[in-house]
Nanobody
């Protein structure tokens, strides 16, 4: 497994931007697809962005498409979530996660970072 630590969360006004980072250590980072999830109070955890191990392929939930961008730097063992045009409904704890294969799913998780968007 890989160890993950998120950073970059905070309080921002609606319409603002934040960039989250997730630093990985342990096994070979480039062997993992990486996902960004979020969970708001009383709601289920949601996958908001996914990036392939090479970084060539990305996908997004409809709720963030066009506003959020996932990227990675395999030389720095880091994945990023650039969040633009933030809305109050984006308020949640954001987690990064790693999976070695789609079959086994995400089995390494960070501790999460809080993002709060004020109206």
């Amino acid at each position: 497994q890989v160890q993950l630590v998120e950073s970059g969360g905070g309080l921002v006004e609606a319409g603002g931007s934040l960039r989250l980072s997730c630093a990985a250590s342990g096994r070979t980072f480039s062997s993992y697809d990486m996902g960004w999830f979020r969970q708001a109070p009383g709601k289920e955890r949601e996958l908001v962005g996914l990036i392939s191990r090479s970084g060539v392929s990305t996908s997004y939930s409809d709720s963030v498409k066009g506003r959020f961008t996932v990227s990675r730097d395999n030389a720095k063992n880091t994945v990023y979530l650039q969040m633009n045009s933030l809305k109050p409904e984006d308020t949640a704890v954001y987690y990064c996660a790693a999976r070695a294969s789609a079959y086994y799913g995400f089995n390494s998780w960070g501790q999460g970072t809080q993002v709060t968007v004020s109206s």
